[in-house]
């Protein structure tokens, strides 16, 4: 029997809340371009909240990708270890843009949000594909945790972007008014 038929519920509530997620990403970055900016700086979003879609992308795929009916384990860990290598390189990639953008200063939080959680749910991934072989439960709770530690970074990352962009570009713009 295959191990990944008990985890499809997990799968099923955590696929669909990173897909909710995603649609009310959208809407609510649509409803902050309506606000005053003040300075038109693409670097800021490629840093902040490119990484926050990615990171409920990840969530989405991967949990339908895991409630698929998988013959065995081999592909699915193949799988799910491609996408932590992938997100591995990509976080090595946000860093970079935190670094170098100058719409905004990274505080602590920033960097543990933006960096450190991510960077460490995707090498979870990539461990525990390679671990799946040696440890096959500790594994799968390895990828059920990276997955949750994604939703859970997304969630802190888009409400930080919507606290920033109503309360301190707003107010930074009516005082300048």
Avoid at 95 to 105: G, I, L
Avoid at 111 to 135: D, I, K, N, T
Wanted: proline share 5%; net charge positive.
């Amino acid at each position: 029997m295959n191990p990944l038929v008990g985890w499809q519920n997990f799968y099923v509530i955590v696929g669909s809340s990173a897909g909710a997620l995603i649609g009310l990403q959208f809407v609510v970055m649509s409803l902050i371009t309506a606000l005053p900016k003040a300075a038109n700086n693409p670097d800021g979003p490629r840093a902040f909240a490119t990484p926050t879609i990615v990171h409920f992308a990840t969530v989405l795929g991967l949990s339908a990708f895991l409630c698929a009916p998988w013959d065995g384990l081999g592909s699915a860990a193949a799988f799910w270890g491609s996408v932590g290598l992938a997100g591995v390189v990509y976080d090595l990639i946000i860093v970079r843009r935190m670094r170098t953008q100058n719409a905004y200063r990274p505080e602590f939080e920033d960097w543990l949000f933006h960096a450190l959680l991510p960077f460490s749910a995707y090498l979870v991934l990539a461990v525990s594909a390679y671990a799946v072989r040696f440890y096959l439960r500790g594994a799968l709770f390895g990828v059920a945790s990276a997955v949750m530690l994604l939703l859970f970074v997304g969630i802190h990352n888009a409400w930080d972007a919507v606290v920033y962009h109503v309360f301190v570009q707003r107010a930074a713009s009516e005082r300048k008014d």
